[in-house]
């Protein structure tokens, strides 16, 4: 898988995740959903990675390579360099 997405069922960030999920589906890029409610420890593997002990979900990496979260995704998208924010 080339991206990640760390995610929560949490309804306020349904749509932020969607958001983030059509995208990588509308330019057919491959990723992996990770649910962080599935154990404490993909919460904290997830926030590790960011460098940011209360990061929320959702969260985007390439790989290992962290890309940012959604406030950084949309703006991305906004400026027309989602494929810069994706690190693609």
């Known amino acids: 898988w080339s991206t990640v997405v ?8 349904k ?8 995208f990588l589906d509308s330019k057919k890029i491959k990723y992996q959903a990770v649910d962080i409610t599935q154990g404490s420890e993909i919460k904290e593997e997830m926030r590790k990675k960011t460098g940011n002990p209360a990061a929320l979900p959702p969260q985007v990496f390439n790989k290992d390579v962290y890309c940012g979260d959604f406030s950084v995704f949309y703006e991305a998208v906004e400026t027309g360099k989602a494929e810069a924010f994706f690190k693609l």
Request: net charge neutral; charged share 10%.
């Open 15 to 22: 749509q932020q995740q969607s958001q983030i999920f059509s």
């Open 6 to 13: 760390h995610f929560i069922g949490d309804k306020g960030l």
